[in-house]
């Protein structure tokens, strides 16, 4: 029921690369079933390998995103050398973000997954990169 968080029915928004709404539990669980290989609460809903062609980079070295040590699995960007990226996660985490600011990064060395939900177009803050500085400062090992 849209009317009870804040849509009006019939509205409508034309956009060719948004359109998704979900809740950030659901988020989070379908993060967590991405961290366990395909696997979420005893029920297999992708094959470990189909996980693993989409987390893994899938780029050569000649051909790079816009952001160095950053390349592309299917349908995420990948961490291929943090140093050249200038980011605090691991090699082999892979996120996505959302053109109004939401993000993910699941980094599966430290078994850890990031959120951050925010909905600003146009987004022009960089709270999302200090929110996953700030977590990765918080962490023991």
């Not at 993910?104 to 500085?133: A, C, Y």
Request: with cysteine; glycine share 16%.
């Amino acid at each position: 029921d849209y009317a009870n968080v804040g849509y009006q029915a019939g509205a409508t928004f034309e956009s060719g690369g948004a359109g998704l709404l979900s809740t950030t539990q659901d988020y989070l669980r379908f993060c967590q079933m991405l961290l366990n290989g395909g696997e979420l609460d005893g029920v297999r809903l992708l094959a470990p390998r189909t996980v693993e062609l989409m987390r893994s980079n899938h780029l050569d070295a000649t051909i790079g995103l816009r952001k160095p040590g950053v390349g592309f699995g299917l349908n995420f960007g990948v961490l291929v050398d943090p140093g050249a990226a200038g980011n605090v996660g691991s090699v082999g985490e892979f996120r996505w973000g959302g053109a109004a600011g939401t993000s993910f990064w699941i980094d599966p060395v430290k078994n850890l997954i990031g959120i951050f939900m925010v909905q600003s177009m146009p987004h022009r803050t960089n709270l999302g990169e200090q929110f996953k500085i700030f977590t990765y400062q918080a962490l023991l090992n």
